[in-house]
């Protein structure tokens, strides 16, 4: 009689079972501009009573969303925008869609999944794959699933789904050069309207935003060495870096620009990363930078009183998760980094080798969580009181990366 009262184990089904069981609750999402021009079409995927879940991107610059199928459609709102995290979640009046279970947990290696996405002719289309990859992000924890079905354009806002119907992760775009598909991680669909309402609580508009800055081009000259102006930090002073993954060869920009100083705080981006006027960092509350914010120590990458031959070791955990890091340090000389401008300015070179401990990874022989080997070189110019160039380069069977972030521009506004 007890054991009538415990759940059912999950059944795994086949792919023509999939489909029919999951087929409800995809749709088509279109958008529309401010003249009704369309924009850009993805899917979403029935998560509760009128409600959806998208990613982010697909909605950029729409004033009209609508859910389609069988050619019929719905008018959508915005309900909570996670744009940091590139979850939206839509309201649908008066629609009564089936939705999906949300799979509990963290996927394991090689499970069986399949990825469920409507088509602009309003059919689902489905691929059956395995969990080939996971990747960690900046608070250490699970931050996007590859699936080894080969990614195509279009499937943005789909689902990824284990062999029982149930949603693991939200499909997302693919860098191009990549073999597998990523999916954001659908445990983040939960917090999504708590992360909404927080970040519409603590926009500021700026008056020079960022992304203007961001557009600047690479060959505008930068300002005289920090040292020699007497004037950093100041509001308005921005220091551009190019990010570049070594491995899909994209680049993208990334902007610190100072809002404001508070004492000893100078506040970046709308709070994003907060440093002491030493450039320490105190707070990194949006890591944009990839490996040089998303596993930073908590005091920096750079001891005080840098010396040749130098060496030491930093020991930490990420706030909010158990991913634990080890790095040992040293500083292996010096050498002229050419400014954007064309002057060169002293730096120190930094060398980095360490392991990051991810628990998703599953664990090892010894019961420990698996660990990543990490490889960093760092170059930081003293009178600048600024890294200028970090590497970072790490491989696991399952996941790997190799990118660099340089200084391209400094100047002040």
């Not at 010096?334 to 392991?355: K, L, N, T």
């Not at 490889?375 to 600048?384: D, N, Q, S, V």
Request: hydrophobic residues 40%; glycine residues 10%.
């Amino acid at each position: 009689m007890l054991h009538s009262l415990l759940p059912a184990p999950a059944l795994a089904l086949d792919a023509a079972q999939m489909l029919s069981r999951v087929t409800p609750s995809v749709y088509t999402v279109a958008t529309l501009n401010a003249q009704r021009v369309p924009l850009a079409t993805g899917s979403a995927v029935v998560t509760g009573p009128g409600q959806l879940v998208t990613a982010c991107h697909v909605l950029k610059g729409a004033k009209t969303v609508m859910i389609q199928r069988d050619n019929v459609s719905y008018g959508a709102t915005l309900e909570a925008p996670d744009v940091e995290r590139d979850i939206c979640l839509l309201k649908v009046a008066n629609f009564n869609a089936p939705a999906v279970p949300v799979a509990p947990g963290v996927p394991a290696f090689g499970q069986r999944v399949f990825t469920a996405v409507a088509t602009d002719e309003g059919r689902v289309s489905m691929n059956q794959g395995t969990v080939a990859g996971l990747r960690a992000g900046p608070d250490g924890g699970l931050d996007r699933i590859q699936a080894s079905v080969p990614p195509v354009a279009g499937v943005s806002g789909g689902g990824l789904f284990d062999d029982s119907g149930r949603l693991m992760g939200v499909l997302t775009r693919t860098a191009p050069g990549e073999t597998l598909t990523s999916a954001l991680p659908s445990a983040w669909i939960a917090t999504a309207p708590a992360r909404s309402t927080s970040a519409l609580a603590h926009y500021k508009p700026s008056a020079a935003p960022v992304a203007a800055t961001a557009a600047a081009p690479a060959t505008t000259p930068a300002t005289a060495p920090v040292a020699a102006t007497g004037e950093s930090p100041r509001v308005g002073e921005t220091w551009r870096y190019e990010l570049t993954d070594r491995l899909t060869k994209l680049k993208r920009d990334v902007v610190y620009r100072v809002d404001r100083i508070d004492g000893d705080k100078v506040i970046y981006n709308q709070g994003g990363r907060v440093e002491s006027r030493d450039g320490r960092p105190q707070k990194i509350g949006t890591p944009i930078g990839g490996e040089f914010e998303s596993v930073s120590p908590p005091d920096g990458w750079v001891p005080a009183e840098l010396r040749v031959g130098m060496t030491w070791r930093y020991t930490y955990k990420t706030a909010g998760s158990d991913a634990r890091t080890v790095m040992n340090g040293r500083v292996t000389g010096e050498s002229a980094f050419r400014m954007p401008g064309g002057e060169e300015v002293r730096a120190f070179r930094i060398a980095y080798d360490g392991i990051a401990l991810r628990s998703f990874y599953g664990v090892g022989a010894s019961g420990a969580p698996v660990s990543v080997p990490y490889k960093i070189a760092i170059w930081y110019a003293p009178e600048l009181m600024r890294v200028v160039r970090f590497d970072a380069s790490y491989a696991h069977r399952y996941d790997r990366l190799d990118e660099s972030l340089v200084l391209v521009e400094h100047r002040f506004d």
